[in-house]
C-alpha cells in the first residue's frame, strides 16, 4: 500500500475547497481549514482522515494557532492548496480603505504568511494557489478584488524563483465558477451603502452578475479536477486556466491597455443601458 500523502487545503468548508476536501480524504491525510465553527464538524464528519484548523485571514494571529496545529501533527506536507479568499467590490472612490486592507489580509498576505509558517515542511513539496482569471487585468467594480489575485501570483511567481527547497508553484485561474463565494460577497458588500453614491446602476450591475454567477458557470468539480491534475504532474505547467471566459480573459490581456479599457467600458454601458 501507497504511504498516504499530506495535504494542506485552506478554504476547506465551502466551494472548491470542500470538493478538494471530499476527493483527497479517501486515501490522504487532509488537513482542512474552516472560519465558520460550525463547518468543524461538518469536516470531522466526512472522514477520519481530516484534521480540520481554524483560521480567519482577517484576523491574522489565528494563522499562527493553525501553523502550530497543523505542525504539533505532521513532520511533512506534500502540497499546501491555497483556497480561501474573498470579494471586495465597489467603486474605487466609495470602497472603505479598511476593506481594502481586509482583501488584501484575506488573498494575499494570509497565504503568504501560512507558506512562511510552514515553509519547514514543504521541501520538495507543491504550493497551488487558487487564484482568478481577474488576475490577468482590471474588471471594474471589483479592482480589489483583482489586484489581490495579481499581487498573489507576483508574490509566489518570485518565491518559485527565488526558494532553495524544490517546491514547485502553481497557479489556478478559473473563470466564473458556481461558489457560495457570491452569495458571500453581495452580503458583504451590501453592508456598505454609501458605495452606490453615484454609482447606482453600476452596483445593481454587479449585484445581478454575482448573483447569477451562482448558478452559471462551471462546477467546483472541474476545477478539482485540474487541481488534482496539477497535484499529481511530475513536472506540472506553472499556470492553469479553467473555463472559455479564463481563457479569453488571457488572450484579452495581451491587447494594449487602452484598447481593453474601450472594450471594458463599453461592455459595462451596454449592460447597464436597460437597468431601471
Not at 519547514?120 to 471594474?140: R, T
Not at 499556470?239 to 479599457?261: C, E, H, R, W
Amino acid at each position: 500500500m501507497s504511504k498516504k500523502k499530506i495535504y494542506v487545503i485552506t478554504g476547506a468548508a465551502s466551494g472548491i475547497g470542500f470538493e478538494l476536501t471530499k476527493k483527497l480524504c479517501a486515501d490522504n491525510i487532509v488537513f482542512a481549514g474552516y472560519r465558520t465553527e460550525s463547518k468543524k464538524a461538518l469536516l470531522e464528519g466526512i472522514s477520519k482522515n481530516i484534521y480540520p484548523f481554524y483560521a480567519d485571514y482577517s484576523k491574522p494571529e489565528t494563522i499562527k494557532s493553525a501553523s502550530e496545529f497543523i505542525k504539533a501533527n505532521c513532520s511533512k506536507i506534500d502540497t499546501l492548496i491555497n483556497v480561501a479568499g474573498c470579494v471586495v467590490a465597489g467603486p474605487v472612490e466609495n470602497i472603505h480603505i479598511d476593506e481594502i486592507r481586509k482583501q488584501f489580509d484575506v488573498n494575499v498576505f494570509g497565504h503568504l504568511e501560512i507558506t512562511q509558517q510552514l515553509i519547514d515542511l514543504l521541501s520538495d513539496g507543491k504550493i497551488i494557489n487558487v487564484s482568478s482569471m481577474a488576475s490577468f487585468g482590471i474588471f471594474p467594480f471589483i479592482s480589489p478584488y483583482c489586484a489581490s489575485k495579481r499581487c498573489l501570483d507576483m508574490f509566489f511567481n518570485s518565491f518559485l524563483i527565488e526558494n532553495k527547497r524544490n517546491i514547485k508553484v502553481i497557479s489556478i485561474k478559473p473563470g466564473v465558477i458556481v461558489t457560495p463565494l457570491w452569495e458571500k460577497s453581495v452580503a458583504e458588500n451590501s453592508k456598505f451603502q454609501d458605495l452606490r453614491n453615484g454609482y447606482e446602476k453600476e452596483m445593481d450591475y454587479v449585484i445581478k452578475n454575482a448573483q447569477k454567477n451562482e448558478s452559471c458557470g462551471l462546477g467546483v468539480n472541474k476545477v478539482a479536477e485540474v487541481i488534482l491534475k496539477a497535484d499529481r504532474a511530475k513536472n506540472p505547467k506553472l499556470s492553469y486556466t479553467v473555463g472559455y471566459d479564463a481563457f479569453f480573459a488571457k488572450i484579452i490581456s495581451k491587447l494594449p491597455q487602452n484598447l481593453i479599457n474601450k472594450i471594458i467600458k463599453l461592455g459595462i454601458k451596454l449592460r447597464i443601458r436597460n437597468i431601471p
